[in-house]
């Protein structure tokens, strides 16, 4: 447990070092990453995250799907875990400080085909470690239950420095489809 924390630690210090003009061009980088990954297509619920504690920006990605006329969701907090509210132009601060659109739409993870999900770190194996709250993975448990879930398609976020070459994860971790940095995207 202390060695989680302590390396939760480490790679948060790590992700909130990097300057603005760096954290400007990897999130430019972001979008072109995951476009070459990710295929939208019209109808599609997509569900992002505003940036929090150093987390790499996902403005340009919010751009991009915003001009595509998608459906753009926010998770929002639900007791110990999260659904998901459409975007409009109202927001509150949850308990962390994180904005949440109010007044709107809210689904389950269920309904959202693409979940873009903030991390701490990660590994190879598209395994990764949160800010220690287990709202995702108790959000998203269904797909350790049964497997034949297709939807929602789990791409994390991050900066290539939040790499680690192997974590351990517990049983009620949920490993993501893809992680997708600024220069490489793990797939398998």
Not at 8 to 27: C, D, G, P, V, W
Not at 67 to 72: H, V
Request: proline share 4%; charged share 25%; hydrophobic share 35%.
């Amino acid at each position: 447990m202390l060695i989680m924390q302590a390396l939760r630690l480490t790679l948060r210090q790590k992700r909130r070092a990097i300057n603005h003009s760096n954290r400007e061009r990897f999130a430019k980088r972001l979008l072109f990453q995951t476009q070459k990954l990710v295929t939208f297509k019209h109808g599609q619920k997509i569900a992002i995250y505003l940036p929090n504690d150093g987390e790499i920006d996902t403005k340009y990605i919010n751009n991009f799907l915003k001009r595509q006329g998608f459906s753009i969701y926010l998770p929002i907090l639900d007791n110990k875990s999260l659904k998901f509210a459409k975007i409009n132009k109202h927001f509150k601060k949850n308990r962390f400080g994180i904005k949440e659109p109010v007044s709107t739409q809210i689904l389950s993870a269920k309904q959202m085909n693409i979940i873009f999900i903030p991390l701490v770190g990660f590994d190879k194996n598209k395994n990764r470690i949160g800010m220690g709250g287990g709202f995702y993975d108790r959000t998203l448990s269904f797909k350790k239950h049964q497997q034949n879930y297709k939807n929602p398609k789990l791409c994390g976020l991050a900066f290539d420095c939040q790499k680690v070459n192997k974590l351990n994860t517990k049983p009620w971790d949920i490993p993501l489809n893809a992680i997708i940095t600024p220069t490489t995207i793990y797939t398998k």
